[in-house]
């Protein structure tokens, strides 16, 4: 996996290290939410990615989630209260199971108009015909008499 990953990364120039470890991101998914709340979601998420993946750095452990918010001028010291609180655990646990009642078990997973999943990072040509043969589902859909 860490094979495929390396050289679809190479393509977009993105470098993965030699992955290891495999952390515990739960205190890394609740500093995202905190990060989204103050509306930098994608900074801290972008920079969690190349935390782990590139510098190979455990995205499991407090002071790396502190060094990671501090770069983002996070409230490092409302992180921690927040994290230490579980305050944002509730809402992953929404969403989670959200996710199992729709038998969601992969990220990323796309939902179509409710019913057509699209799993996985596909290559986007891959991804544009899954959605031109969606769409040519639900117009042939459209067009049946009632």
């Given at each position: 996996?860490?094979?495929?990953?390396?050289?679809?990364?190479?393509?977009?120039?993105?470098?993965?290290?030699?992955?290891?470890?495999?952390?515990?991101?739960?205190?890394?998914?609740?500093?995202?939410?905190?990060?989204?709340?103050?509306?930098?979601?994608?900074?801290?998420?972008?920079?969690?990615?190349h935390a782990?993946?590139?510098?190979?750095?455990?995205?499991?452990?407090?002071?790396?989630?502190?060094?990671?918010?501090?770069?983002?001028?996070?409230?490092?010291?409302?992180?921690?209260?927040?994290?230490?609180?579980n305050r944002?655990?509730?809402?992953?646990?929404?969403?989670?199971?959200?996710?199992?009642?729709?038998?969601?078990?992969?990220?990323?997973?796309?939902?179509?108009?409710?019913?057509?999943?699209?799993?996985?990072?596909?290559?986007?040509?891959?991804?544009?015909?899954?959605?031109?043969?969606?769409?040519?589902?639900?117009?042939?859909?459209?067009?049946?008499?009632?």
């Amino acid at each position: 996996m860490y094979a495929a990953l390396s050289l679809k990364g190479k393509e977009l120039g993105i470098s993965f290290g030699d992955l290891t470890l495999l952390a515990n991101s739960r205190l890394a998914m609740q500093a995202s939410e905190f990060a989204r709340d103050h509306g930098k979601f994608a900074a801290f998420h972008e920079a969690l990615f190349h935390a782990y993946f590139t510098e190979l750095r455990d995205i499991g452990d407090m002071e790396v989630i502190t060094d990671i918010a501090r770069q983002m001028t996070l409230g490092t010291r409302e992180l921690d209260a927040a994290l230490q609180e579980n305050r944002y655990l509730p809402r992953l646990q929404a969403v989670t199971e959200e996710a199992r009642q729709l038998n969601i078990s992969a990220a990323p997973t796309f939902l179509v108009n409710g019913q057509f999943k699209i799993v996985g990072a596909l290559p986007i040509e891959t991804f544009r015909r899954s959605l031109l043969e969606i769409d040519r589902i639900l117009s042939k859909k459209s067009q049946r008499p009632i």
